[in-house]
């Protein structure tokens, strides 16, 4: 499972990064490492970006960049 396929108001904790390099780099520094707690609090009219609560503050990320970031339910 993705944190793309969660749904809002769900939450879920990181297993794995499947990207590598510049990208896997600016997610991690973002606070989204294997471990860490995600909540989807809502997405865009247009379905992207989805706005998540990480470490406790808000988060913005392209649904492009969630396909590479692997879940699992909270």
Do not use: F, Q, W
């Not at 108001?9 to 390099?21: E, F, P, Q, Y």
């Not at 990208?23 to 471990?35: A, Q, W």
């Amino acid at each position: 499972m993705t944190l793309n396929d969660i749904a809002i108001g769900d939450s879920c904790v990181v297993t794995k990064l499947n990207d590598t390099g510049e990208i896997r780099r600016r997610i991690m520094d973002m606070g989204l490492t294997k471990g860490a707690t995600v909540s989807v609090r809502k997405v865009a009219p247009l379905g992207d970006p989805i706005d998540l609560i990480v470490r406790g503050y808000h988060l913005s990320l392209r649904r492009e960049d969630a396909k590479m970031i692997e879940v699992e339910p909270a």
